[in-house]
Structure formats: structure tokens, C-alpha cells
């Protein structure tokens, strides 16, 4: 699969998402993930998971970085890198944050990356291919 942005944007994009790695706080897992999502205006916004003791309100580092892209009026992305280490493999994220990242488009890059700096590209819609997505619902005017 081709890649759409240059190395230079590519690798400040992987090294946002490493840096945001250092701030989660999973203090119950001890696996930190840092995410870093480009929007189509060129600003990176980021996020790491944020663990609770009651499991269930753990927030994920892909929703983190989402939420303040909105809150701070993104809704159009160019890519996310995602870092996490789990030995050889690429982490993706899990289903409810491909939900959160299909809500905004199925086109756009998701760079799974490792500590390590080498990654894995694929896009939100090959995640979560035959997704529910904002362009099947349709409401009916009453």
C-alpha cells in the first residue's frame, strides 16, 4: 500500500505519538499507547490512553487524541499514527476506536507503529471494512 504523506511528515507524525506514549498513564496494564492525529489543516493532535481502576472507564489513546481534535473544532483527518509495543507485533486499535476513527472517514492513513520507529500503514476503512458509518444513515424529514 502506498503512502500518501512524505517521510518528514510521516516520521514527525510517529515521533508526536511516541512522545505521547511517555504520558499515558496505565498504571493497571503497564501498557502505554500514544496516538497522534494529523489533521487536514497540518496541526498534530494527541492523546494516550488513560487507565482508571474501574476497568470499563479506561479511555484509549486514539479517542483521547479524537476528542481534542473536536474539541478544538477538527473533524477532518489526513492520518493517525498509533504507538504501542507488543513485541514483533503491530497493535491496532481496538473496535470501538475504529468505530471513533470511522465516524470521521474510512480514507484516511493509520500508521501502526513501535517504539522502534518502523510501522505498519493501512487505513481506518481496511480496520473496519463494511463499517456503520455517518453516510448510511439517513433520517427521514417528519
Known sequence: MNKHLPDDELEKLIDASLAARKNSYSPYSKF???AALLTNTGEVITGCNVENVSY???VCAERTAVCRAVAEGHRKFRAIAITAE???KFVGPCGVCR???AEFGLDYEVYLSKPDKSYMKTTVGKLLPDSFNPEWVHFESQ
Open 86 to 88: 507488543m513485541c514483533e
Open 99 to 101: 468505530q471513533t476513527l
Open 32 to 34: 502505554p499507547v500514544g
Open 56 to 58: 470499563a472507564l479506561a
